[in-house]
């Protein structure tokens, strides 16, 4: 419940307080990731960009945790259709924000 809360008021205001209007937040762990890291966009491309950019990041970190989830990522893109699945509900749980 705090989670929505804090994505609605993301929505309107900045870390800076200032104004803003269709922004929305989620984690990495949310996007299938391993950390709590916030993305924060208008669109659901922006975020799934972000995202991979981040996991770019930590894979040239060696982060165990985000290799794991990737591991996953990997199996997961195996099939087209479960990757499509996958893809959907991450942007339709984005969408409900």
Same mark, same amino acid.
Request: glycine content about 4%.
């Given at each position: 419940?705090?989670?929505?809360?804090?994505?609605?008021?993301?929505?309107?205001?900045?870390?800076?307080?200032?104004?803003?209007?269709?922004?929305?937040?989620?984690?990495?762990?949310?996007?299938?990731?391993?950390?709590?890291?916030? =993305?924060?966009?208008?669109? =659901?491309?922006?975020?799934?960009?972000?995202?991979?950019?981040?996991? +770019?990041?930590?894979?040239?970190?060696?982060?165990?945790?985000?290799?794991?989830?990737?591991?996953? +990522?990997?199996?997961?893109?195996?099939?087209?259709?479960? +990757?499509?699945?996958? +893809?959907?509900?991450?942007?339709?749980? =984005?969408?409900?924000?």
């Amino acid at each position: 419940m705090a989670e929505a809360i804090e994505n609605k008021l993301n929505r309107i205001f900045d870390s800076n307080s200032k104004i803003i209007i269709g922004m929305k937040t989620m984690t990495c762990k949310q996007l299938g990731g391993a950390c709590n890291k916030k =993305f924060t966009a208008e669109t =659901f491309d922006e975020i799934a960009k972000m995202s991979k950019e981040h996991g +770019m990041e930590m894979f040239q970190q060696n982060d165990v945790p985000h290799l794991q989830a990737m591991e996953a +990522m990997q199996a997961l893109m195996q099939t087209p259709e479960a +990757m499509k699945a996958w +893809m959907d509900d991450k942007k339709a749980k =984005f969408d409900l924000l």
